[in-house]
């Protein structure tokens, strides 16, 4: 069983739609949480960073981690073509600053006009 | 603003041969990662540096060595080239001074092995 579990969709949604991104892990060791964004034959861009649970909001993004059932999600508001990519979920439990990641395997999002 | 530069972009090599790619972090930043991401595959860590001291390692096979140099920049060498090592190289650079700071990624290299 992979550390990192998600859902490798595709997901489609019609534009202007909430969408609603899961990760669930095994790793309680786990403290630093990311969402990238990749587009097909691109490098993954960060999106969203949170540290240990609770709630962060970035424009028509949001991310949460709950610590305690081991889950995070990623919400994007008033969704958009143009967000159409893969959304991987990634962590680490560093504290040293050596950022090992661990990643999903991404959901695949389709955002139609 | 400045990314990770990766190079080649696009790369084709015979099987057993030899590669080498590039990359450059943003600027002050020390540590740099390598990644592996096959077709259709989440990104698999193999090995980062920090202040051209390896840091941690993870799946990267033997035939595979890397290194950073002064300037903060790294490469990967991949000797005997197989087939399955044919996937996205991804290199990534962060700031170790604030730990849990994030890793942003380059474009990555395009590794075909024929």
């Known amino acids: 069983q992979k550390e990192v579990e998600q859902d490798p969709g595709p997901l489609s949604v019609p534009e202007g739609a909430i969408v609603s991104l899961n990760c669930t892990y095994s790793?309680?060791?786990?403290?630093?949480f990311m969402w990238y964004r990749q587009y097909s034959r691109k490098g993954p861009e960060l999106l969203m960073y949170?540290?240990?649970?609770g709630n962060k909001e970035d424009g028509r993004f949001t991310a949460q981690v709950d610590k305690s059932s081991k889950y995070i999600s990623l919400f994007i508001r008033d969704s958009q073509p143009s967000d159409s990519a893969t959304y991987l979920c990634?962590?680490?439990?560093?504290?040293?600053?050596?950022?090992?990641?661990?990643f999903g395997t991404g959901t695949r999002l389709l955002v139609s006009p | 603003a400045a990314g990770v530069i990766q190079s080649p972009r696009h790369l084709i090599k015979e099987k057993r041969e030899t590669a080498t790619l590039k990359c450059y972090p943003i600027?002050?930043?020390?540590?740099v990662y390598w990644y592996q991401q096959g077709p259709g595959q989440d990104p698999q860590f193999l090995i980062s540096?920090?202040?051209?001291?390896?840091?941690d390692k993870g799946s990267i096979p033997d035939r595979f060595s890397a290194q950073q140099f002064s300037d903060y920049h790294s490469e990967l060498n991949m000797s005997s080239l197989e087939l399955g090592d044919s996937a996205l190289y991804f290199c990534?650079?962060?700031?170790?001074?604030?730990?849990?700071?994030?890793?942003?990624f380059g474009e990555g290299s395009w590794l075909t092995v024929v």
């Open positions: 790793n309680s060791a786990f403290q630093y």
């Open positions: 600027p002050r930043h020390d540590t």
């Open positions: 990634a962590m680490s439990a560093s504290s040293t600053g050596f950022q090992k990641l661990v």
């Open positions: 949170t540290y240990s649970s």
């Open positions: 540096f920090y202040e051209k001291m390896q840091s």
């Open positions: 990534a650079s962060s700031l170790r001074q604030f730990s849990g700071n994030t890793i942003y």
